[in-house]
């Protein structure tokens, strides 16, 4: 038995014995004992009840375990909104904060948009949320996560939205006939199949259909670039976030396919994280 495993120990004792980043703990302590940051700092001479001990012992094994503290807590705070999260889903990054801000800046007013692959719905989601006046779609192939994100939808986005909101089931392009969209964003499976970074950290938890292509991590931006000349409309933007060292290559593929204004954004971090470009009008 471990020392944290121990009856009878109060709130300070778990700060001090689980071997755990201190504010993961916080958060699990949060989490089983219902009470606020303030008050475990107040109580912390308190033990838990009998059956906030059971389900926080539960939460500490399963984060000494490696799982993702988004699983264990079932949400995630992308672009100030809390997102269920569940194995079903990628779990929703700061990075990918970069591809919602180009999209709010790209979309025209009173147009429509379109994300590729949505997961938990954290890119649809808060782009709708943030602009009531663009009608969106977003679409996935998987139903369980096409579960979680509409459970988002309800939770985050008011019913009596200007414009609609919708998901739908779908591989890539194919269940979306002729439709076209103003601005199409995606952040599509991108890591290659042998990347170690697959059996690493919180990554190993996630559904490996949202991680990778099971190719060359290049894939879906060759299916996404090619198709999405017949789904967007004239001067529409496509906007994709992709890996750390994948950039010049989705450039290449926008400009093989005759984009323009090809252009790449950096991240926080300084890497340049998505890529994207305009189809080009027809004279
Ligand atoms: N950004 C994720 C990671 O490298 C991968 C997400 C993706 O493949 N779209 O951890």
């Known amino acids: 038995m471990q020392a944290w495993q121990q009856d009878g120990l109060s709130l300070a004792d778990y700060e001090r014995l689980v071997p755990l980043d201190k504010l993961e703990l916080r958060m699990l302590l ?17 033990s838990p009840t009998s059956t906030a001990r059971t389900h926080l012992l539960s939460l500490i094994g399963r984060r000494l375990a490696g799982e993702p503290m988004a699983y264990i807590l079932g ?24 591809l919602v801000e180009l999209a709010l800046q790209h979309a025209p007013h009173n147009s429509s948009l379109l994300d590729m692959g949505t997961g938990s719905g954290a ?22 996560a096409l579960a979680i ?15 609609p909101f919708q998901l739908l089931q779908s591989d890539w392009f194919s ?4 439709q ?28 490996l259909s949202a991680l990778t292509d099971h190719a060359d991590g290049l ?10 000349r017949q789904h967007l409309s004239a001067d529409g933007w496509l906007l994709m976030e ?37 189809l080009q009008t027809e004279d």
């Not at 949060?30 to 308190?46: E, P």
């Open 30 to 46: 949060m989490h089983a004992t219902g009470k606020s940051r303030i008050q475990l700092i107040t109580h912390s001479d308190q």
């Open 75 to 98: 949400e995630r705070e992308f672009f100030g909104l809390s997102f269920v999260t569940s194995p079903a889903v990628l779990i929703p990054r700061a990075d990918t904060e970069l």
């Open 123 to 144: 890119i649809a989601i808060s782009i709708a949320h943030e602009r009531e006046d663009l009608a969106v779609s977003a679409i996935d192939i998987s139903t369980d």
């Open 149 to 163: 994100a509409t459970q988002n939808a309800t939770r985050l986005l008011p019913t009596n939205r200007q414009q």
């Open 175 to 178: 269940a979306l006939g002729s």
């Open 180 to 207: 076209r969209f103003n601005t199409i964003v995606s952040n599509p499976p991108y890591i290659e199949q042998h990347d170690p970074h697959l059996s690493q950290g919180d990554l190993r938890f996630e559904p």
């Open 219 to 228: 894939s879906a931006y060759r299916h996404i670039v090619s198709t999405a």
């Open 242 to 278: 992709h890996g750390y060292d994948q950039a010049d290559a989705v450039r290449a593929l926008l400009l093989q396919h005759q984009y323009t204004e090809v252009q790449s954004w950096r991240d926080l971090a300084g890497i340049e994280r998505v890529s994207g470009g305009k």
